[in-house]
């Protein structure tokens, strides 16, 4: 299905998608708008290998970088707020977006249903438990047609094959990446590789 064949129901979100997708022209740059298109599709391909609903896919997919170029300020607040783990602090953007993003999502976008929300907030980190539209949104930020690095078409292959070992894959990489390259590890991050890495043999 194209996403642009969608009519939602409003079940999860109280618009169009072409109000929604509007909302999110006006809250990001091209580049990452049309980022968020591939995403949607992506996750809605997924969605239909792997018996999710559609809908629910196109929605998570499209709002997983709602607050992405947000500034700084906004997350600080919203973390000191809503009290959430001030850990967070320490990081940035790159971790904010997802994990304390869903707050924006939900607030700003009428967005209530707890999956879409959970999507949102694990896309960059994942977590030890994931349904399968948390496990899809995770997958499609990562192998969108975009995205060009040297394990993607290895990614593609391995999720189109099974979306938890696509999970892992990720995992593993992503882990690998932020080690080889010095960067901070978010401790859910090491949660997340530890819950779905160890004893996967693809």
């Not at 979100?13 to 980022?35: E, P, Y």
């Not at 609903?53 to 170029?69: C, F, M, N, T, W």
């Not at 001030?86 to 953007?93: A, H, R, T, W």
């Not at 993003?101 to 249903?113: A, H, M, R, T, Y």
């Amino acid at each position: 299905m194209k996403a642009k064949d969608l009519v939602y129901s409003n079940k999860y979100i109280s618009m169009s998608r072409d109000d929604l997708v509007g909302k999110l022209n006006d809250a990001l740059t091209t580049s990452r708008f049309n980022h968020v298109l591939r995403v949607e599709q992506t996750a809605i391909e997924l969605a239909e290998a792997n018996g999710v609903d559609p809908e629910r896919a196109s929605i998570a997919g499209l709002v997983h970088d709602y607050a992405k170029q947000r500034p700084d300020i906004d997350f600080i607040n919203a973390i000191k707020e809503y009290h959430l783990d001030p850990v967070l602090l320490d990081y940035g953007n790159a971790i904010w977006h997802g994990v304390v993003g869903w707050l924006f999502v939900k607030n700003e976008l009428g967005i209530n249903d707890i999956e879409i929300l959970n999507a949102v907030k694990y896309h960059t980190v994942g977590h030890e438990v994931m349904t399968k539209l948390e496990q899809i949104v995770y997958m499609a930020d990562y192998i969108e047609p975009g995205r060009d690095f040297p394990e993607v078409e290895t990614a593609r292959r391995v999720t189109k094959k099974s979306l938890q070992d696509g999970v892992a894959f990720q995992a593993k990489q992503t882990l690998s990446y932020l080690i080889e390259n010095n960067k901070p590890v978010f401790p859910q991050t090491i949660i997340t590789y530890n819950s779905w890495v160890p004893g996967n043999t693809d």
